[in-house]
């Protein structure tokens, strides 16, 4: 691992673990970290991971890494859908049907589309059904054990299954 993967490893790493506000900040962190870097080197680090500043309580702002933060939205919303509108899922090969309430198959299929996975290759979204295909059986099996995390999130929150 180059100093340059090294130093964004640990930039990653700080930035998940606490509020960072400004570059002096960020810079002292590292330090602690035994990572010594200039102020330019450090901007340069922050333009290309795309870092951007957030708005937190207070008035006050904040680095963050906008991919992980769109991600990881995608997936909880992913993740509410599959508890509100999913009623069962079942495969064969690699294709995977997933039936949900009336209406609202192709609002959870746009769900299941904006998380990217490179393994999927498309959904196709009726009223109440979807298919999804992917690129192996071995991929449905991975999907599946997602669909049925969110779907054991919503038993264990007390949410009735439609």
């Avoid at 290309?48 to 939205?73: C, D, F, H, N, T």
């Avoid at 509100?84 to 746009?110: C, D, I, M, W």
């Amino acid at each position: 691992m180059t100093e340059k993967q090294r130093r964004h490893t640990v930039l990653r790493q700080v930035l998940q673990e606490a509020a960072v506000r400004s570059q002096a900040e960020l810079q002292a962190t590292l330090q602690r970290r035994d990572i010594h870097v200039s102020q330019a080197t450090l901007s340069r680090d922050i333009k290309e991971m795309g870092l951007v500043k957030m708005p937190m309580a207070g008035a006050y702002y904040r680095y963050v890494i906008p991919a992980e933060q769109s991600q990881q939205r995608q997936y909880n919303q992913l993740q509410l859908a599959f508890q509100h509108f999913v009623r069962s899922y079942e495969y064969s090969g690699n294709l995977l049907v997933v039936k949900t309430t009336p209406a609202t198959a192709q609002a959870v299929a746009a769900d299941i589309d904006a998380m990217q996975w490179p393994e999927v290759l498309g959904t196709i979204a009726g009223d109440d059904t979807i298919l999804i295909v992917t690129r192996s059986l071995r991929v449905v099996k991975t999907l599946c054990t997602h669909f049925q995390q969110f779907l054991s999130l919503a038993l264990d929150q007390g949410g009735a299954r439609p």
